[in-house]
């Protein structure tokens, strides 16, 4: 069974740091890109950032890009995301999740999607 | 505002058939698949729909998705009340090298 399981969600003054990880478990973790997905409170879904399997591509929202920055390590089966600079309208449940394959496209070039989700965490950025 | 077009709410009576849309563009449901999520009340999405209109092993066959053009949509047939939850579409833009997602569609079972 897939599981992913996020930690590192709390709050945070405006202009701080926070590291969020993902820990995986149920399946060959290289095998699969990952992401992470925001949701803040009452609002839609907003992909934040995605890593291919091997860590080797690493794309970001323009929102986030050069604040946050992706990565894995294979060995532990673990994600992360280090976020800096945080802003109030960072605020919001952070969900780690499997992308269907090891690279965002698929053998004719079209990229795929994601399909197992964590449960969140809430990272909160308020003075 | 999102890049994926979807109406913020549909609604039906138990067992119609209700239909959610969602619009793009060419540089994202027009040349990439299109996948579908729904999100249970204080629950995280889970998958329904992947590669256009596959349906993962566990979701019942009253859910079925289709896409043409640059648009998708979703139909719930046989409406139940457990189908009341968020629904949203996405799809990776190649313009904007990024996932990207509909608004989401509440939809209530009358």
Not at chain 1, 78 to 103: G, I, M, P
């Amino acid at each position: 069974e897939v599981q992913l399981l996020e930690s590192g969600g709390d709050l945070v003054q405006p202009g701080g740091s926070l590291s969020l990880s993902c820990a995986a478990s149920g399946f060959t973790f290289s095998s699969y890109a990952m992401n992470w997905v925001r949701q803040a409170p009452g609002k839609g879904l907003e992909w934040v950032s995605g890593i291919s399997g091997s860590g080797g591509s690493t794309y970001y929202a323009d929102s986030v890009k050069g604040r946050f920055t992706i990565s894995r390590d294979n060995s532990e089966n673990t994600l992360y995301l280090q976020l800096h600079s945080l802003r109030v309208e960072d605020t919001a449940v952070y969900y780690c999740a499997r992308w269907d394959a090891a690279f965002f496209y698929d053998s004719s070039g079209y990229y795929t999607g994601v399909d197992y989700w964590g449960l969140g965490t809430l990272v909160t950025v308020s003075s | 505002q999102s890049v994926l077009t979807q109406p913020p709410s549909a609604s039906g009576t138990p067992g119609q058939r209700v239909t959610i849309s969602c619009s793009g563009s060419s540089s994202n449901i027009g040349n990439n698949y299109v996948y579908w999520y729904q999100q249970l009340p204080e629950a995280a999405p889970k998958l329904l729909i992947y590669t256009n209109h596959q349906r993962p092993s566990g979701v019942p066959d009253r859910f079925s998705g289709s896409k043409s053009g640059t648009s998708a949509s979703l139909a719930i047939s046989g409406l139940r009340s457990e189908d009341e939850a968020d629904y949203y579409c996405a799809a990776w833009d190649d313009s904007l090298s990024g996932y990207v997602f509909g608004s989401g569609t509440k939809v209530t079972v009358l």
